[in-house]
């Protein structure tokens, strides 16, 4: 299994009327969560796409424990539990600064080609710095 | 059941770099989408707000099935198959211009108390507008 | 001169924390003013994209007078007060249903070629449709 | 004269299809920036709300000089050239990693008493935090 944890200082612009960061905010905050999740390892969203993958999203989901409020620094936890192959799937538990739990997400993805636009398997360079962390250990 | 159907055009700002619209951006037609739906039968939100009932969002599913572009017309149908209670569960579809199905969602959210923050059954002026569509038909 | 309004309504997302419209959404609201203004003389702005022609902001400037509030049926007002060349300016007003003047905008952009990413020329299907609203009247 | 500087990257979401940041966006980079200079002199947006003050915005000016691209980690820097007094003026300069000035922006508040939604000056706490940086040098 793969873990990552990174933190993000919530915006005025996310607050909604009800005083809190309004719902449709959160995959933005998953974004964010699983952008940096790669990077930690070295890898590049950024670049996957300059290299001619994508990866646009096929499912969301979302619960929603407790709001986020204004200027909460708040911490995305991402989990990749599962080796990729043509899909990637990343579950999210974002927590404020007191711990509490807020909202728990799962957004599962598709690697596309860019210019064929089919779905693809993931590529090589993403699967080996994947590998590891996907090992079964060796029975003693 | 209540069924509900709207328009609107996906705006500039709703895109991003993969030349579709955002995935983040869709609970916000979702939110259109109910908010329509309950004006069409006389129910503002803004009022019932007013009247000291908020509805924050529990649970939300989206499933991303093609891609909504700049400057579609899209329509979003709104379903409400269930009576509500102290929940109310929203199902949509949205659809382009050509009638394609672009995505399905489900927005799951809670009658709340404005004052006390405490979970309430849905006020009676609602209920009475909703009755209607969710009445037994007799046996003949 | 060319002038056109159109209407939408404040989604809760729109809202923040202060209960009123966030400052950084009006430019969205430029954003539809202008594209449906177009659209009113018969130009796409999807379509001029799509021949090569792409419209990069260069300024914004608003004044917020009153804010605009959830729900609220805007009308955004949108006047073009010369004719354009490689630059094309929107001056915006902003209404809520009371007739009330919320904001005003204006929003300088630049005709650019997507294939070499450098400033050109308004578009001559562009200017043909333009030209109309600003000629001279002959003297009598 | 009060300066500080802050960095963020730039979301996915905030890209739209020219394949840069939208226009509309920088307005929150700008919020970004004033609440974090604000907080590095240990001013807290957030609980001058909590204590009765809010900020409402009066006026915003951005200069597009070329666009922030996805996944950039930009730098806001902002300046408070004059004392406030009933008004509070920020002025930011975006760049990018390589230093490259991309955006101009002004943006004028207003102190406003929450209770009485009325123009005030600004708090006694702020006006201390802020004289340091406006004091005139003794001649020598």
Request: proline residues 6%; without cysteine; negative net charge.
């Amino acid at each position: 299994m793969f873990v990552n944890s990174m933190s993000t200082r919530v915006r005025y612009a996310e607050t909604d009327q009800m005083g809190v960061v309004y719902y449709g905010n959160y995959p933005q905050f998953f974004e964010i969560g699983r952008v940096e999740a790669l990077r930690s390892i070295g890898l590049s969203y950024k670049e996957m796409e300059a290299r001619g993958i994508m990866l646009p999203v096929l499912k969301l989901e979302v619960k929603y424990i407790a709001p986020a409020t204004y200027d909460d620094l708040i911490e995305i936890r991402t989990e990749i539990r599962e080796l990729p192959s043509t899909r990637i799937t990343f579950h999210h538990e974002i927590r404020n600064d007191a711990g509490k739990l807020l909202t728990i997400g799962m957004v599962q993805l598709v690697f596309v080609s860019i210019e064929s636009k089919r779905p693809v398997a993931a590529p090589d360079y993403f699967m080996e710095l994947m590998q590891p962390y996907f090992e079964e250990k060796e029975p003693s």
